[in-house]
Structure formats: C-alpha cells, structure tokens
C-alpha cells in the first residue's frame, strides 16, 4: 500500500464524543469531549482533555469531579449543541431538554438520557499544551436498567452508542465478534433441532489425565484409569 507522511497529529479513531456534566445541581452545565480516554483497570480510572478556555475547565477545577455521560446516537445532536455552545452563555441541560439527575458520590449532575454515566473525581492535572490532562477514579457507574437482561449482564450493544472520527459521528455498525473470538476453538456445526449455544468463553475439551483443576499431578504408579475390559 502507498503511503504518504504527514507531520504529528492526532488522527485517532473513531473515538466517543462524550457529553461531560459539571457544575451543581442548581448551576449545571455540560460540554462535549472527545479527547476522553480509559487510562488504567484497577483502580477504574479515565482521562479527560480540556482548554483551560471553557467554562466547564473552571467548574471541574473548582469541584474536583464531572460525569462522563456515553453518548446514544439519539443524543447526536445534542453532544454537537453542547459541544459548540457555552455555558457562560446558556443553560444547556434546558436548552436540549437533557435531564440533570443526582449523582450519587459526586455534586455534579449526570444526563439522563445517557445510558451510562460514569461519576469521577479529579486526582491529577497536568497541563500538555492546547489542554489540560484531567485524572481521575471512576467512583460510581450508572446503567439504564433496560440495558440489563433477567441475569443482571449489561448489554451495552442495545445502546445506540455514537461514535466520531475525523468531524464527524457515526452510529455503529455490525458485530463482528467479541473479545477473544478470534482464537477461540471453532465449535462443530449445531444440529439441527439443537438448543442454540449460550455466547460467552468456550472451554477447551479436557485430555486425557487432566482434571477440573489442571493436569493430573504425576504420582509414581499413577496412570490414567482405562476401562475395563469386557
Ligand atoms: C465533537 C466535539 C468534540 C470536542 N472535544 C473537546 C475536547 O476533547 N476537549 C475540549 O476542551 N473541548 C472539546 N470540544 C469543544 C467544547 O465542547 C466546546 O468548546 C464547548 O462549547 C465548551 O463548553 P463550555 O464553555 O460550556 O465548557 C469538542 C466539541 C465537539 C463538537
């Protein structure tokens, strides 16, 4: 493939445009991000990439937390609105008739209409230039109760997530595996009539001498029982 060679930018993609909540209860406002990222597992922590020329710098600064809010693509044009007005100027929780609900471990607002709602609090901030890096734990997550099924497993994919790359959004496309299916044993085809397998992680047939726990420990005399003979 030919290639040409640009000069450094940050041409990643897609990417979610998260609407990022802030402010209180009484003054509540939101801003779209897409510079938004997870940076490590245990604990849960995220990033956030911010001017220091938005109003929702100063209020994030004040308070030590926001709400990161996953974006639906019915909440497209909302996340573009949010992401081109101010605060300063406008209520924007009224503006798009987003609704701002309690959380629960942090004073600002989550959006309502967002599936998911990730309350975090600031433990870093270190300014890169253009933005400033804002740090933090993921302290409480909410999840619409319709994206639960009788088991209690979320299921993010009936979300309508909304992605961006390079300006502009996207909704989603079609499946094409989960984590791990690309070195997972192929499974025989299913008979017909045959109740469908559960999804999931598919177990590797066990050897001979193995048992539940692993390998069979080697024990001198130990062999593997074979059946008797008839
Ligand atoms: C798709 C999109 C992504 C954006 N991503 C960021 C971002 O990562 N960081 C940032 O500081 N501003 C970002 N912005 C711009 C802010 O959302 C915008 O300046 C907003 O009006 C700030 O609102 P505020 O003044 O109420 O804080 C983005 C805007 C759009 C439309």
């Not at 044993?185 to 397998?197: R, T």
């Amino acid at each position: 493939m030919n290639k040409i060679t640009w000069k450094g930018s940050v041409l990643l993609g897609p990417i979610p445009p998260v609407l990022v909540s802030c402010g209180t209860p009484e003054a509540p406002n939101v801003f779209t991000v897409a510079w938004a990222g997870i940076v490590n597992t245990h604990p849960p922590r995220v990033s956030i990439s911010v001017r220091p020329s938005r109003h929702s710098y100063g209020l994030i600064q004040e308070s030590g937390a926001f709400v990161i809010n996953l974006p639906t693509t019915a909440l497209a044009r909302a996340v573009d609105w949010c992401g081109v007005k101010s605060g300063r100027d406008v209520n924007k929780f009224e503006a798009m008739g987003l609704t701002a609900l309690p959380a629960s471990q942090v004073g600002c607002p989550l959006v309502g209409e967002s599936p998911v709602n990730l309350e975090c609090k600031v433990f870093q901030q270190i300014p890169l230039g253009t933005h400033d890096l804002f740090l933090a734990d993921v302290v409480a997550v909410n999840v619409s109760e319709n994206l639960l099924d009788a088991a209690g497993k979320l299921h993010l994919e009936r979300a309508g997530l909304l992605a961006y790359a390079h300006g502009q959004y996207y909704s989603l496309g079609e499946e094409l595996g989960t984590f791990g299916w690309s070195v997972r044993k192929k499974q025989p085809p299913v008979k017909k009539g045959a109740a469908p397998k559960k999804p999931g992680f598919e177990k590797a047939p066990r050897k001979a001498g193995e048992t539940k726990r692993g390998p069979a420990p080697k024990k001198a005399g130990y062999a593997p029982r074979r059946p008797k003979k008839k």
